[in-house]
């Protein structure tokens, strides 16, 4: 395993030890859980492809604030190529995740009732296989690669406690990206 695959793994270490000693700082805990319509889709393509499937994640939803939360996920990514790009014409270029999602995100929200509107960036790792076969990209692999989390969306309810958005996950070593529409419902934990 070369630097640039140990790099996620030292990220994740580093923000793990971080939330164990920031348990003074959380007001709250709460789990979340997403699932939703996945998609992937290659950094370059000449046939405009996005491949489907299936999302699901789980967080650990650390309160800082009323406007400010930390968040640790897990949660799969499956998606698979019907060989039709979105025009519905037969193409060969494909994006196709098969992957566990490890990390961190941290959410910033407006916090208002009924409709809190939110944007949440992070890092994390994905682990499984990865396949870009566009005119641009050929690749094939299998492994640990990491990946940025980017989302936006509402938290809707009285207590904001279900969670309509739409998340993506870059993924530079393999030139795709994966993403969702997702839903989500959030519990809280007893103190």
Do not use: C
Request: hydrophobic share 40%; no cysteine.
């Amino acid at each position: 395993m070369n630097i640039k695959q140990k790099t996620p793994l030292l990220v994740l270490l580093i923000l793990s030890s971080y939330f164990v000693n920031a348990q003074q700082f959380i007001k709250d805990k709460s789990i979340n859980v997403q699932v939703g319509y996945g998609l992937s889709a290659p950094y370059n393509s000449i046939d405009n492809i996005a491949d489907d499937g299936f999302y699901a994640q789980g967080e650990l939803v650390l309160k800082v604030t009323s406007w400010f939360e930390l968040r640790p996920y897990a949660g799969i990514i499956l998606t698979s190529s019907n060989g039709k790009n979105l025009n519905n014409n037969p193409t060969f270029e494909k994006a196709e995740s098969k992957a566990l999602l490890l990390g961190g995100k941290a959410r910033v929200r407006a916090p208002i009732p009924w409709v809190a509107p939110y944007a949440e960036i992070g890092i994390g790792t994905s682990i499984g296989k990865f396949e870009t076969l566009t005119f641009y990209d050929n690749i094939d692999q299998n492994g640990v690669i990491y990946h940025i989390p980017f989302s936006l969306g509402l938290e809707l309810g009285k207590n904001n406690n279900v969670d309509l958005g739409l998340t993506y996950y870059f993924q530079p070593n393999v030139q795709q990206y994966v993403g969702a529409f997702a839903v989500g419902l959030t519990f809280p934990l007893n103190s």
